[in-house]
C-alpha cells in the first residue's frame, strides 16, 4: 500500500476513535438528562435547534446539511433508546 495512503488512513483511524469515545460521553450525558426528566420521550424542538445550529456552524462544505441533519438524527434516535432501555431497568 501506499505510505501516504496508510499515513491518511492512520490519521483517519485516529479521528473515529475520538468520535467513537466522545459519542460514548455523549451517550451517558443523554442517559443522564433521561433519567431526571423521567421519560426518554423525544424533544423535537430541541433536536431541531442543535440541527440547526449544527448547520449553520459547519464551514466544511462537503458536509451537507442533510448529511449532519441525517447523522445526528440517528444519533437522537439511539439517545432515545438508551434512555428507554436505562429507565426500564431502573423501573425493573
Known amino acids: 500500500m501506499n ?3 496508510a499515513e491518511l488512513r492512520g ?8 468520535v467513537l ?31 440547526k445550529r449544527l448547520q449553520n456552524q459547519n464551514q466544511n462544505e ?4 442533510q448529511a449532519v441533519s441525517h447523522i445526528w438524527n440517528c444519533i437522537f434516535e439511539h439517545s432515545r433508546q438508551a434512555q428507554a432501555s436505562s429507565l426500564d431497568t431502573i423501573k425493573s
Open 3 to 5: 505510505k501516504e495512503i
Open 11 to 18: 490519521r483517519i483511524d485516529d479521528i473515529d476513535n475520538r
Open 21 to 51: 469515545r466522545l459519542m460514548g460521553q455523549r451517550l451517558e450525558l443523554a442517559t443522564e438528562v433521561g433519567h431526571i426528566k423521567g421519560n426518554w420521550h423525544r424533544d423535537a424542538a430541541r433536536e431541531n435547534a442543535i440541527i
Open 62 to 65: 462537503k458536509l451537507r446539511d
